[in-house]
């Protein structure tokens, strides 16, 4: 089968820069558009910066229904490779999904530290997802919602499929319960950063991720100014300020 053709500015993309190297995760149905501001302006402070392509995003939706949770985190183990011939430390850093991609990763493979934004502990509740493994057939789409940001502004050039497979809900769901089992395993410094105004990640997520990290070295920054795009909204400059200052910490141990 051919390889689906990727969406126009939705690349992964690489930036060379000193030995340092930090790996960006994009979330849910989305792109590495979404973490591309951050991944040039870490560039432009000389960090070597890759932004990946999880598996099954960027292309089509039905490129996506064919994938598994574990074919996300190992999109991460592949960027890890990579970094791993061009640095000597990593930093793995993610949003949403990506941010519970992430914590995962954090504690399966070796790293520096590890950054989540606006991650998931778990799905908001819903009567319907017990049964999504049977219902996913006649329901095979969850419409997002109408605008989830705090500057609309902001959204201009976002790029994401235009609503939820139903059946890659069941694969999240499935990634959160494993992420839950492993937060206690991850023992590298970890950045927490979430806005108290986001709307698809309820913000009482941080905290029940804060209290199951295995760290003794963990921060959680709440940012105003932000929806849960925070890579996006204008809160990205306080979010870069603060990745920054935990990556040159971590890196200089």
């Not at 790996?23 to 402070?45: I, N």
């Not at 000389?46 to 990946?52: D, K, N, P």
């Not at 991460?76 to 990593?90: C, F, H, N, P, R």
């Not at 760290?215 to 932000?226: F, G, P």
Request: with cysteine; net charge neutral.
């Amino acid at each position: 089968m051919p390889t689906p053709q990727l969406i126009p500015t939705a690349e992964p993309f690489f930036y060379p820069g000193e030995r340092v190297g930090c790996l960006l995760v994009h979330g849910f149905t989305g792109a590495p558009t979404e973490m591309h501001w951050m991944g040039a302006e870490l560039a432009a402070k000389g960090f070597t910066v890759l932004g990946i392509r999880l598996a099954g995003h960027s292309t089509t939706i039905s490129d996506m229904l064919r994938c598994r949770w574990w074919d996300w985190l190992a999109s991460i183990e592949d960027g890890l490779s990579i970094l791993k011939g061009a640095t000597d430390q990593v930093v793995v850093m993610g949003l949403s999904m990506g941010g519970a991609l992430s914590l995962l990763s954090a504690a399966r493979y070796p790293m520096s530290g590890v950054i989540a934004m606006s991650a998931p502990y778990e799905l908001q509740h819903d009567p319907r997802l017990p049964y999504l493994r049977w219902l996913h057939w006649l329901f095979p789409r969850v419409s997002k919602p109408t605008s989830g940001w705090y500057d609309p502004a902001s959204a201009e050039g976002h790029i994401s499929y235009a609503y939820y497979p139903s059946r890659q809900i069941i694969e999240l769901n499935a990634l959160l319960a494993e992420v839950r089992r492993s937060l206690p395993e991850v023992k590298v410094p970890a950045l927490l950063m979430h806005s108290r105004h986001d709307g698809s990640v309820s913000p009482d997520n941080a905290p029940r991720i804060m209290s199951s990290l295995g760290s003794t070295d963990k921060e959680l920054i709440w940012v105003e100014n932000s929806g849960h795009m925070i890579t996006r909204e204008p809160a990205r400059f306080v979010a870069l300020e603060a990745a920054t200052r935990f990556i040159r910490r971590v890196s200089s141990r």
